[in-house]
């Protein structure tokens, strides 16, 4: 009873996420031919994989069991994955690197000609999202994450740390009383991050008067003179049409690590990219 083994791997990347947009988007391709693949699996398999609801799909228990089997292949795979990335010689290729959306778009993004003009055959792929992205998986070779990482197999370095401020347009602080002030927050996904948090503990009665998960929009809203943001002081500092605010409620930071899977560390393509990653944090 042979079956695409790719069939497998969308069947695996859907189990895992538990929707086909969220497997699409770890595959790289789109929620159709994630349904295609399946549906396929399962005819090949003559078994009834998932049971497909309006929102979800849901395991069956034949589902399960494939999954659990499927598990150690899958991971053999990457492994292979990352031999076959370690063994390239010289100083060209592909390097995936994951970043949070701020990061990569002020910090990495502008300074990639220079990477380019010494290393003109490394080609890099960014990748800015909140998600965590997974090395074990290869949905990135390295990544810079605001936490140390706990997944087996990571070799993590702490590279740097940036500080939070609260961030205005000059004319709203210079015009709204104290007591008046409106504030700018990430939305509930965010609660739990401390910047989150030190800014909530700051407006404390105050209202919240705009939620967003993305910080280029809190900085165009406190732009804009809507309230303050708590925003990044390499990207608040940077920005004409703001300006700091002292709050008096003490100070808030983040980390920022260096992480690639152990099988990668060494390898020269990997290692360069890594060494311009930390000149990009050092920048700021």
């Not at 589902?63 to 990335?85: D, K, N, T, Y």
């Not at 004409?240 to 992480?259: A, F, M, Q, T, Y």
Request: aromatic letters at 6%.
């Amino acid at each position: 009873m042979p079956f695409d083994w790719t069939d497998l791997q969308h069947f695996v990347a859907l189990a895992r996420e538990g929707t086909l947009s969220a497997a699409a988007r770890t595959l790289g391709v789109d929620h159709v031919t994630v349904a295609r693949r399946v549906a396929a699996l399962e005819q090949a398999t003559r078994l009834k994989l998932v049971d497909r609801r309006a929102r979800a799909y849901a395991l069956t228990d034949e589902g399960r069991r494939l999954v659990q089997a499927a598990g150690p292949m899958e991971q053999a795979a990457f492994a292979i994955e990352r031999s076959v990335v370690a063994s390239r010689p010289g100083l060209g290729g592909e390097v995936l690197v994951s970043a949070p959306p701020t990061l990569a778009n002020r910090l990495i993004a502008p300074r990639l000609v220079e990477l380019r003009r010494q290393h003109p055959a490394i080609a890099i792929k960014l990748i800015g999202e909140k998600r965590i992205a997974s090395l074990n998986r290869r949905e990135a070779d390295i990544a810079l994450r605001l936490s140390r990482p706990k997944e087996q197999g990571l070799i993590a370095r702490k590279v740097g740390r940036f500080g939070f401020s609260l961030y205005g347009a000059p004319d709203y602080l210079k015009e709204t009383p104290q007591h008046e002030l409106g504030f700018i927050a990430y939305d509930s996904s965010m609660d739990t991050a401390p910047q989150q948090q030190w800014l909530k503990m700051i407006a404390g009665p105050r209202p919240i008067v705009f939620q967003s998960s993305d910080l280029e929009s809190q900085a165009a809203a406190a732009r804009s003179g809507l309230g303050l943001a708590a925003l990044p002081d390499f990207l608040g500092q940077s920005d004409p049409g703001l300006v700091r605010l002292d709050s008096g409620g003490g100070n808030i930071s983040r980390e920022i690590w260096l992480v690639v899977h152990r099988d990668l560390r060494r390898t020269p393509l990997v290692r360069a990219v890594m060494g311009f990653l930390i000149g990009c944090v050092a920048s700021a």
